[in-house]
């Protein structure tokens, strides 16, 4: 019977060992060496956009926040999250090496719920700009959500985090 008990405890070991290591890379947002390696300093024009008082009945808005990378070497985004399921972003490029003109990757939204889907590998080489489309959805919280309403769209980069914020007052 101990022997069982041992080789139980050594595999429920293991699975914690590895169960903490998947953790924190999902803590880390799951960037490697390579996307570290990349330093830049990411800023944004505005970091902050109010949209006045917007109705529930009126439908989703939008804005978009315009970011750069202000250093000397490349910059890599790996992560875009959402504060709140009410709100989602997009990250848009231009890109004049392929069709359409433009690289378009998202919808991101809010860890947890959703697709999961906030990873992202995009270079912005030394100076070079991107976008942030931010849709705010102000009947997404019924009429529990009226009144004046704060939201963050976090971009992480080898060039650190940045938040985005958006406030509205939203009437019924």
Same mark, same amino acid.
């Given at each position: 019977m101990k022997k069982y008990q041992n080789i139980i405890f050594t595999f429920l070991g293991a699975i914690l060992v590895l169960g903490l290591i998947w953790f924190l890379q999902f803590l880390s947002g799951g960037q490697d060496s390579e996307s570290l390696s990349t330093g830049?300093?990411?800023?944004?024009? @505005?970091?902050?956009?109010? =949209?006045?008082?917007?109705?529930?009945?009126?439908? *989703?808005?939008?804005?978009?926040? *315009?970011?750069? @990378?202000?250093?000397?070497?490349?910059?890599?985004?790996? *992560?875009?999250?959402?504060?709140?399921?009410?709100?989602?972003?997009? =990250?848009? *490029?231009n890109d004049s090496s392929i069709n359409s003109g433009q690289v378009k990757k998202g919808p991101f939204g809010m860890p947890g719920h959703g697709d999961g889907n906030s990873r992202l590998k995009q270079i912005l080489a030394p100076n070079e700009e991107a976008d942030i489309e931010v849709i705010f959805d102000p009947a997404a919280h019924g009429p529990a959500g009226i009144g004046l309403i704060e939201r963050e769209v976090y971009i992480e980069s080898s060039g650190g985090k940045l938040a985005l914020k958006i406030k509205t007052n939203v009437t019924p």
């Open positions: 830049g300093a990411i800023s944004a024009e @505005n970091t902050l956009f109010d =949209f006045g008082t917007i109705s529930m009945a009126a439908g *989703k808005v939008s804005h978009t926040f *315009k970011i750069k @990378n202000t250093a000397a070497e490349p910059l890599t985004i790996y *992560k875009i999250y959402t504060s709140c399921m009410c709100t989602e972003a997009f =990250f848009v *490029k």
